[in-house]
């Protein structure tokens, strides 16, 4: 194993006395009795009331480096070289009694799922409390402290929610409870591992916010990881992107974000969709290859096999650090020529919408029973897909997108009255009561491989099976399908004698979609086809799945809750929300506006890797329970452009207001234009207006924001 | 995290040929392979092919004839017999030597019938779940409150001892256990996706079953099988003590055990200490091997 020898970045002229500073740190893996090296000299800093993000594809160590900070590291890791200083003690060289005391006083971590963060047997406020008595706090102070914390939170209605089970609160809820019994100790460091991920995107929005204003508040050091380009973009002052172990180019955000000087980076913001880029103007960039296994022994610069302007000098001298000004830094050979890399060329004639209509729902309805209960999951769903199309379908978790597309994919039955037309005949309710040929055009792409693949077949044999149970081919027949389907996703054959296992993410999900379309599909439903994946894998899949529409005329029902992945393929959107379609109409329609309030209260929560500054809109609270939805608009009491008296009385129908654009909203479309202009420009901040309703005080947020218990009527 | 899950071993190792059949093997071998590393795995293999030998070779390697009186009985451990000799002036060492050829039969087979019944039951309940499941788990679980040797005791005691017959009841009543832990791993299977795909492109419950499903949870099964066969040597040991198992003149340990305790009281503790620790040995080294394949087979 090398030790690699490089020295860390230049320090700042007027050296400030950082919070966290990790120096030239090196830490391997012990896997069956041999060290794999994992982080290969990693030197940063982050500055007390500064936030730090790390950046990177998994598995480039960014994690490691996030729980070595706070010493919380697998047994088989092992530290070969380098410091980690917070607040000038060496947490390497703590023994664990000093490691538990640094722990309690000095860095406290918020970790991606809080869901598993919180004990679920005890309630929130002994949860809470807890983190004070620990400090050594009376019982009856820390009660007092951790009442504190939750406002400090901004949690509505703090005495309630003391009193409850971690289960009985949303996501959202239980992340920022989590956040406040890691800021009890009042840390010097705040780690942040994925802190959002799992979270939709307008409570992700709201989590950051809180974040952001509790970090001026407290002035500690914020270390973030976040796969989520726009996220870091969003919170952090400063980045860092690693590529396998290493730091390969750091620099205030702004910047690194706008005008990036490595070509790891510039290869990680090109992938992303942005800027309004859609299937039918051009690819993607992609990043060829794939990040080297963990333990290889790599060239001089990290980078060198998947980097398109690399020479031989790059694999035999250390690249140099490179100052890139404003405090930034490159460590690359050729950053001068990073304009050699260039995006893939324009698309032209490439459209693949024909007019035909493939599918269509009218009057489609889906009702769960549970525990005796109705729970309408899809209220009488109108929607057409036509011949060689990408419907994206948007809406919060628990909005009834998944319903929607099981329902068409005859996993779930439609209640009795729903109507399901492919082409010419009607679609059986049931998958397995409909014909093959059925079963044929409408296939599926699932979110994620590892779980869709057969584990113990080989990638063939789960193409052959679903060849010749969709199309009948057997024999050699059957075989050439099985080939012409892999080189038409870009599968070797190779890669066709392996096991799901053995292949990476990107080759999984080329495999998943490949079964798709071994029938020749009219229509492939895809749910979060690239949220599993990385940014750089995600953009090749997506090339891919555009591709395979341009050649097979086949429809995408796509569902996703990155709209920068839905903007990029999809035609037409449909917005949904409490299992009723708010909005339907052609992406840029939608995304332009003037558009529902409820999409433009979604598109205002995403966080953006440009930087764009637009108006917020605060959605508070989750979406209400289906089981109970509100009387009139559904969305009357989150809507920030509700008029009292006439949305929570009648429902507005879902009318046709320019030519293929559906809206359900009282307010006419240009009344919207005017308002969401002004809006703009303005850069408010909007929120729900408070209910006439509602005498007491309690903000509207607390009663949406708790998990509804079985519907009860209406206060 | 990023931490490195363990490095699938089968990645490292792109295979030469391609083809199924020679990927399998190559499985196999690294499997293998990790499990020689672990020393509780060969310690647990070493003890078990000693007993298997020695059943194997019986009284071809043993110092006397181990059905045959050479003293007046009770002869303390020494000189003339290594571990002396039991009530009839037999020599225990010998017996001890022989006393696996029962157990080292009736036990495996014991287990075979109970993992392959619990399996089938197990992939039943957890697949079709519904009606069939809440039946049938109900029955499992009636089944499991019954305690084993009382049941065991009972049904011997009334269909007659023989090896046959210990093996069927030993192997049913341990049919409800497996079923329930074959029936978690369905239970857990069946809700990965590739079971909807599979329902997507219309294969049917009993292909899904056997085709998709049962290869994924053939890992716990084989887990099971050696946990199972643990069991059942102690079970048999227990029966055979209790005279309901393998009949006299064999030199069974469980059997022996129950023929010489008595005789403790009056100081002579070889002839059923060392049989004893025959039977612990055993079941522990069935124990070693099963414990370093579960947490082989998991990683």
Redesign the interface.
Known sequence: MTIETTLPPPAPAAPVNSALKVENLSLA?V??GIP?P?LRGVSFEVRPGESYGLVGE???????TA?AAVRYL?RNALITGGRILVGGDDVTKMNDEQVRQFRMHHASMVYQDPGAALNPTTKIGPQVAEAFTVLGQSRRTAEESALKALKRVQIADPERVLQRYPHQLSGGMQQRIVIAIALASDPKLLVL?EPTTGLDATVEASVLDLVRKLQAETNAAVLLIAHNLGVIRTLCDRVGVMYAGKIVEEGNAAAVFESPQHPYTLGLLRSLPRHGVRKSQRELSTIPGNLP???TNLPTCVFVDRCQIATDLCRTVEPPIVDTGRGGWTRCHYRERLGELVEPAARVGQETVSGEQTLALSGVSKTFHQSGHDVPALVKVDLNLYDGETLGLVGESGSGKSTLAKTI???ESPDAGSSLELGDHSLAAQ??KRP?SD?RS???V???PD????????A??ILA??VH??TGLKGKAMNERVDKLASDLRLT??HL???P??LSGGLKQRLAIA?AF?GNPQIVVADEPTSALDVSVQAAILNLLSDLQIKSKTSYLLISHDLGVVRYLADRIAVMYLGRIMEIGASETVFHGPNHPYTEALLSAVPNVDGEVRQRILLEGDIPSPANPPSGCVFNTRCHRVIRGLCEVTEPPLVEVEPGHLMSCHIPLEELGRLQKLAAERRETLVTPPSPDTTTDVPAAVASEETPAPPSPPA | MDLPATPSPLARVAPTTPGATSERTQARRETLKVLLRRPAFIIGCLVMIGWIITAILGQRITPYDPFNSFSGGHLPPGSGHLLGTDRLGRDVLSRVMVGSRDVLVVAPLAAIVGVVAGTLLGLVMGFYRGLIDDVLSRLVEAFLALPVILVALLTLVVLGSSPLVVVCVVGILFTPIVARTVRSAVLSERQLDYVTAAKLRGESGPFILTREIFPNVLGPTVVEMTVRFGYAIFTVATLSFLGVGIQPPSADWGLTVSEEYTNMISGVWWPTLFPALAIASTVVAVNLIADSLQSVLNE
């Open positions: 893996y896997v069956r794999r994992v998994s598995g480039c160590g960014k994690s490691t729980y697998p591992d296994q963990i333990g994919l005859g996993i998958s397995a093959t079963k409408i296939q599926m699932f979110q994620n779980s869709a693949l057969n584990r113990g077949w080989t063939r044999h099976r679903s149970k969709l054959q190779r004698d392996l096991k296992r053995q079964r071994a």
